[in-house]
Every structure is written in structure tokens, then in C-alpha cells.
């Protein structure tokens, strides 16, 4: 402030639109202190060891199907499935991982819950000392995947295990990363269209075009929708898809007077999509020689999409026009004779003073037929208006 540097107690504002850049500059620091001292100190080991019991029971299974028992074989390969082929707790093996959005952050460890404080305790010493920094408590969790959810940019994080799900004879979901939608996120999301604990109507929409509505809605959807595509239980979002579409039918319906129902076969259509046809809500505004303009709700397959991406349609740029008044006064011309000159304003409190029609001087006529309360014009018409032009000189 005035050039002089002060130090603030309250650090980058909440929300505001400059705070990720501050933490990404800020809170480099932090990324090389994980990677140049915690990583290393906490990762060693390439491969877990292998399950001594795991393998005993391979090779009986191995010498049962030799022997053509085959009953027994089916018990065998049933308690293999249920049995890590690794030594899930092989003191030589560790790993780290570490991940940063922002301020968000967050650290996934292979190891022991005390080495997991160890490292909780080295990376708030740090922050404190050379950041001068706080981990916040309520916030900074040391969660077991498996048991509980670690929550990040919005999406519950665990680590899957399921012995039943078996590809190609192997199981394929043991120790992988699953994203899940939390359920907080699908009740507060619903509760915004919800009174009473029940779809209702927006009255601030009521006022607006049946498309507007419609688009207002499927673009909110869209959003949410479009963002939780990677969580593998995203099909929960179809109980927010039935309240937000009854909230928008209702608000529809409010505003023509009708119901839900006629609402609902007025503006139903089915769309095709990567993985077959789907109904949704539509409403078109037709244009002459250029295509419609298209409002769409739903019609998004609540299917699992790694690789999704926002499709939101651009919004056109917006070209901000100057005042009437400014662009007539910088064309420089008299609006009276024509003449290309310095110019002036001459203007009327109201249209009503300029008098009746026929009665009239000829730039009064001319600013009742341009219904405008002002007039650019030269420095000689400005003066006849006035009636203020001086006598020419006499010459002798």
C-alpha cells in the first residue's frame, strides 16, 4: 500500500479470482520439499514380496489338478480368490504419492499408519516454519482408503477391493483408485430446486422465454453432470436429474397455467447418443435462414467416462457499444446542414417543448421525427437555433 510492503493477517481472499495463482506461486516451495526430501525418505522397495500362503495354496492346487480332484481344485481356486498373491505388509516396500490443486492437496501413502503421521507432522513443521503456514486440523485427514473416502475437488477418492470381480481369471479391481460421488454433494445440489423437502418451481424464471428456462436447466445439469462422468457410481445423479426436471416442468407449467404432465409431452423428444437413444426435454426458437436456437435437458447417459470432457456450447463474445450520443458526436457531423465541423449539443428537457407540428422550426421537425431530445449540429446552426448569430459588419 503506497509503495510500502505490510504484512496481512488474513492471507488471499476466499474465492477470489487471483487465489489459485498465488498458491500455485506461493506453495511451490512445498511441492519440491515433498519431492526432494519426503518422497525419497518414504519410498523405497520396487516390488512388494511375495504371499508365502498364497503360493502354498497354488501348489496344492496345482498337485490336486494333477491328481484329476477336481472338487478339490474348485476349493482351492476359491480360497486363492479370496487370499493378496502380495505381502500386503512387506516392511521394505513404501510408496508416496502426492497430487496439489490449488490449496487442495493430497498425499497417498503405502505404509504404516505411524509413518503416515511421521509424515504429517514433517510436512506441517514445514509449512510452519518456512511458510509460515497452519494445516488446518478439521481439515488435514489421515484416512485408510479401503475403510473410508478421502475427499478431493469434490469427489469422494477410495482404494477398490472385490474379490468377485474376475477378467481373464485375475481379479482387476483389488488396490486400484475408485471416484465416487459423495452423497453430501448430490443432497446439497438437490436441495437448491427442493422447498419443503420437495421439487418446486423458480419463481425468478417465470418471466423468462420457455428456451431460457429450459436452457437454464440443462445447462446446470450439464455441469454437474459433466463434471462427476469419471466417479464410477455417477448414476446416482439420477435422482438429482428427477428433481431438477421436475422443478423445471413446474415452473413451466406455472408459468402457461397448465400441468406438469402437458408440459412434460410438449417439450419430450429423444436424442441419440455413444450408447443408444435417450429422452430428454427440448425447446427450439426457429430463425430465418440461420440455424435454430436449441434449449436441451438431460439426454446425458449417467454411464462411467474416463476421458469426458466439458462439451458446453461457447458463449458468443460480447461487443460492448458505445452511447448513442458518443458516436454521433465523434462522427462530426451537423446533424442540421450536413457540414463535416466541430460540433455541439443542443438538447430539450422534453419532446413536448419543441412544440406542435406546423409550428415548428425545421430542426425542431427534425428531432421530433428522430424522437431524440438531443441534436448534434455545427457552431453556426446551434447559434440560428438560438437566434444568438451575430449581424455581418457594415463596410464603408
Known sequence: EDWVWNATHSGSP????????????????????????????????????????????????????????????????????????????????????????????????????????????????????????????EKTLITHARTRAARFLGYDITVLHNDRKISGRRRTVNGTIGLRVPRSVVSAKQAQYKERGKPARRPELLNQDDHVIISTYGSEYRGIVQYYLMAGDVFR?????????TSMLMTLANKHRSSVSK???????????????????????????????????????????????????????????RKELVTRLLAGRCEACGRVDEVEVHHVAKLADLGRSGNRPPWADLMAARHRKTLVVCGSCHADIHGTRPAPALTE
Open 14 to 137: 476466499q474465492g477470489g479470482v487471483v487465489s489459485p495463482i498465488l498458491s500455485n506461486i506461493y506453495l511451490h516451495k512445498m511441492d519440491e520439499y515433498i519431492e526432494k526430501v519426503l518422497i525419497p525418505e518414504y519410498a523405497r522397495g520396487r516390488v512388494r514380496k511375495s504371499n508365502r500362503a498364497f503360493h502354498r495354496v497354488w501348489a496344492a492346487m496345482a498337485s490336486a489338478r494333477k491328481r484329476g480332484d477336481l472338487t478339490k481344485v474348485r476349493e482351492l481356486r476359491k480360497q486363492l480368490h479370496s487370499m493378496p498373491s502380495m505381502d500386503t505388509q512387506d516392511p521394505g516396500y513404501r510408496r508416496l504419492r502426492y497430487v496439489r490443486y490449488a490449496d487442495d492437496t493430497l498425499v497417498g501413502f503405502a505404509g504404516a499408519k505411524a509413518e503416515a503421521e511421521e509424515i504429517k507432522e514433517h510436512l506441517a513443521q514445514f509449512l510452519r516454519d518456512d511458510l509460515k503456514l497452519e494445516l488446518s486440523p
Open 237 to 245: 445423479l439420477a435422482r438429482l436429474q428427477w428433481v431438477m426436471e
Open 263 to 321: 408440459m412434460a409431452r410438449k417439450y419430450a423428444t429423444t436424442i441419440d447418443t455413444p450408447h443408444g437413444p435417450r429422452k430428454c426435454f427440448e425447446a427450439r426458437v426457429e430463425r430465418i435462414d440461420r440455424k435454430p436456437l436449441v434449449g436441451r435437458f438431460g439426454g446425458i447417459p449417467l454411464r462411467q467416462n474416463k476421458k469426458t470432457v466439458i462439451t458446453d456450447r461457447r458463449l458468443a463474445p460480447v461487443t460492448i457499444k
